[in-house]
């Protein structure tokens, strides 16, 4: 079924009801099987669900998605804070959100979520929290996606038992009148540049943080050809980088709200100061979240040109734009002295990889994901299993024809948060070993409860003739020589990838053994 299917979204009718509890019921029998006790979803009936809809409602808000004159999915939500212990700028709230499990994946849930936030939004209400089970991964992944961040867990008692589940919170006061987005500047924005740097002027400051010289040059025209030419430094001269200038525009009323600048990369002098972004806000604009997005469009502009770890600094006495940072990842390295000003410097990483989810994969037409905590002698730390159950077509390796992913494989992911590393191992549909993949990495980590690690370029591979193989050199040099990876961590990658290369060279077997005994446990709860 294609993402364009025609969905018409509505407000609940009495009559819905019963197709409204078929769908809990079903529902929660296939995405909560091995997560929810058996028996609780065994016994779970539609007719006390019609009963209990019948309830809900004369005091909930309820709407349907409908296909053919059919109900295939609908949204219960309500006005109210029922969690000032969690945040109190909690307004509204999804209590419930189902879509008939063949019709998964076509949009329909985003198109329910979409429809109640609107509805919010029109009714002035700030913040929403919507609701899943802690270990429902499928569900969490799918909030994060269309907008939501973790806040918080709570207990839910169904049957005899407690579970819990994981809370996500959406930022309704940001209405789309708000969208930015980047542009480089043209002769078209002459006025309202001189008009910006104006303002700068008219409130006592005479630097702006990345913006190309403007303050320095203050005429338009010459400042216009100056930021050209940096797109095409010749970079053979050290002391100078290609770097691309941007106005921050509001979509509304095309107004500038702030400006920044991309240095393609780095050399020695912005290693130590300014690093790859540097921006500002206009000062009648501040203090209404612009800066955070801001830089969350520059990482989208340096991902397209290829920066993998940016550098981003700030003085500490700028809360605001340090806040900024670290709301986009920025991790503080250190601080250190520039003229008077005491600068910190934040890295951030584009190479994290969270643990992986097939369902994000355009190959894959049926998969699932199951992340378990291990506390053993051979292990400490999370496992994912990684089900592709059925695939449009295999996920092949070009150069080789090496399938690493068609019906029925697996893939074990291990997240030991004490290591350097993180082990993949690939399983074809009889469960034998297609690959094992060390990812060396400059940490292992989890965050909103997903793991992750953040790359660090070499690879060590074993594959199913127990060939022992060091992978991505020349991507690693090359970062190197970019200044995003340090002298320590380039010495740590090649340590690890040196030391794990030694010991598997004659400890293959045990890696199988290994493995083959976490596949079997994470298949006797999957």
């Keep these: ?80 804070n029922y969690y000032e212990d969690i945040n109190s700028n909690i307004d509204c709230e999804i209590t419930a959100l189902y879509v008939k499990v063949k019709y998964k994946r076509n949009g329909i849930g985003k198109k329910l979520v979409n429809y109640v936030i609107n509805e919010f939004k029109e009714n002035g209400y700030f913040q929403m929290v919507i609701w899943c089970l802690k270990d429902n991964y499928p569900a969490r992944d799918f909030y994060e996606k269309i907008g939501g961040t973790y806040c918080a867990e709570k ?38 540049v001189e008009e910006y740097l104006q303002e700068f002027l008219d409130n006592g400051e005479n630097e702006i943080a990345g913006d190309g010289g403007l303050d320095r040059i203050k005429d338009f025209d010459e400042w216009l050809e100056k930021i050209q030419n940096d797109l095409v430094i010749n970079t053979t001269d050290k002391n100078k980088v290609n770097a691309t200038m941007y106005l921050t525009i509001r979509k509304s009323d095309r107004r500038i709200v702030g400006n920044l600048q991309i240095r393609h990369f780095l050399n020695e002098k912005l290693l130590n100061y300014a690093g790859h972004i540097g921006d500002s806000i206009r000062p009648s604009e501040r203090r209404k979240g612009y ?67 097939p369902n994000h994969m355009e190959i894959v037409e049926d998969g699932n994901l199951k992340i378990r905590n291990f506390n053993n002698s051979d292990f400490n730390g999370d496992v994912a299993l990684i089900r592709f159950n059925k695939m449009y077509k295999p996920y092949l390796i070009e150069s080789t024809k090496l399938c690493l992913a068609d019906n029925n494989y697996k893939w074990l992911e291990f997240y030991d948060y004490s290591k350097r590393y993180r082990l993949t191992a690939m399983y074809n549909e009889k469960n034998e070993i297609v690959e094992w993949y060390f990812d060396i990495a400059r940490r292992i980590g989890k965050e909103n409860d997903m793991p992750y690690e953040d790359d660090l370029y070499l690879d060590v591979v074993v594959n199913s003739r127990r060939e022992v193989i060091l992978l991505d050199e020349n991507e690693l040099e090359e970062a190197f020589k970019r200044f995003e990876v340090n002298k320590k961590d380039y010495e740590m990658a ?26 079997e446990k994470m298949l006797m709860v999957d």
């Excluded at 009936?45 to 209990?52: A, C, G, L, Q």
């Design 1 to 80: 079924m294609k993402d364009n299917i025609d969905i018409n979204v509505r407000k609940v009718r009495k009559e819905d009801l019963k197709s409204v509890a078929e769908i809990t019921v079903n529902s929660w029998q296939t995405a909560y099987r091995n997560i929810i006790d058996d028996e609780y979803l065994d016994n779970l009936s539609i007719e006390e669900k019609y009963k209990k809809r019948l309830k809900d409602y004369t005091k909930d808000e309820f709407i349907v998605a409908e296909l053919n004159n059919e109900i295939v999915g609908f949204c219960r939500y309500r006005i109210g």
């Design 155 to 192: 207990e839910l008692v169904r049957g005899n038992k407690v579970y819990m589940e994981a809370g996500y919170i959406y930022n309704l006061k940001k209405l789309p009148k708000d969208e930015l987005e980047l542009i480089i500047p043209t002769k078209e924005h002459k006025k309202q």
């Design 494 to 519: 090649y340590n690890e990838a040196n030391n794990l290369t030694n010991k598997l060279k004659n400890n293959v077997e045990e890696l199988k053994i290994f493995t083959d005994k976490y596949l």
């Design 291 to 357: 800066a955070t997005e801001q830089i969350r469009l520059a990482l989208e502009k340096c991902r397209e040109i290829g920066i993998d770890n940016v550098l981003m600094d700030c003085d500490k006495n700028n809360i605001g734009s340090a806040k900024a940072i670290k709301n986009n990842g920025g991790i503080l390295e250190n601080e250190v002295y520039v003229g008077n000003e005491l600068v910190q410097r934040y890295w951030i990483s584009l190479k994290k990889r969270f643990v992986t989810n």
